[in-house]
């Protein structure tokens, strides 16, 4: 919920796009939580929701990462369905 809650303060609904849309993205992330590159892998059907989305994500770098160091080393790619809401 950490990563989503700091793309989500970082996205802007692009004008026209309509609510209710969502998307699934691919993160990859270097140790240290800054993110390498971003990937919409299943299109909310709206180019430029899927392109903010991939916007925010590179602008809410670097990502907040578990606090458990053992964790933190598997963390190279995450894939999370971003749904603004509304």
């Known amino acids: 919920p950490y ?5 989500q303060r970082n996205w802007l609904r692009p ?3 309509p609510a209710g849309l969502s998307c699934m993205v691919t993160v990859r ?3 240290g ?3 390498t590159s ?15 989305v991939e916007r925010a994500v590179l602008k809410a770098s670097p ?4 606090n458990d160091a053992t964790l933190i080393k598997h ?9 603004p809401g509304g």
């Open 33 to 35: 939580g800054d993110v």
């Open 75 to 83: 963390v190279r790619e995450i894939k999370f369905h971003f749904d």
């Open 63 to 66: 990502l907040p990462l578990p």
């Open 38 to 52: 971003v990937k919409v892998i299943r299109s909310s059907g709206d180019p430029a929701f899927d392109q903010e």
């Open 15 to 17: 004008p026209g796009s």
């Open 29 to 31: 992330l270097i140790p």
């Open 3 to 7: 990563i989503q809650d700091k793309i």
